[in-house]
């Protein structure tokens, strides 16, 4: 809001939210070791929290033994009220975790080469 001469509020106008390319996002490796199961995939995000997020949203509940709606639902929360740690002695590696229907869910993430395999 903003206090004009003559004491009335008005709000700004927005200004839009300009996204990078998705080849200018930093580009990350998750690996979540859960329910005897270990599960690698990838996403691009400006952050390491937001890739967090969304990982957790596009994961496929039908791959991960366990997981389920529900568990998904309780995933992306988690991922959404948790930040994921520094791994000491790393460069660009995090850990977090998650209680997911009872099990520990370990989910590592590292942000990644988007041309690391020739």
Not at 36 to 63: D, F, H, M, P
Request: glycine share 8%; proline share 6%; net charge neutral.
């Amino acid at each position: 809001m903003v206090l004009h001469e003559f004491g009335v509020l008005a709000a700004r106008p927005l200004m839009p939210v300009v996204m990078p390319p998705i080849e200018f996002m930093p580009f990350y490796t998750f690996i979540m070791e859960y329910a005897g199961g270990t599960y690698i995939s990838q996403v691009s995000a400006l952050s390491e929290k937001s890739a967090c997020v969304k990982w957790a949203e596009r994961l496929n509940v039908s791959e991960v033994q366990g997981l389920g709606l529900r568990g998904k639902e309780s995933l992306i929360q988690q991922m959404k009220d948790e930040s994921p740690v520094p791994l000491t002695g790393t460069v660009n590696a995090w850990c977090t975790g998650a209680l997911i229907r009872g099990k520990s869910a370990l989910i590592n993430l590292v942000q990644t080469d988007r041309d690391g395999n020739f």
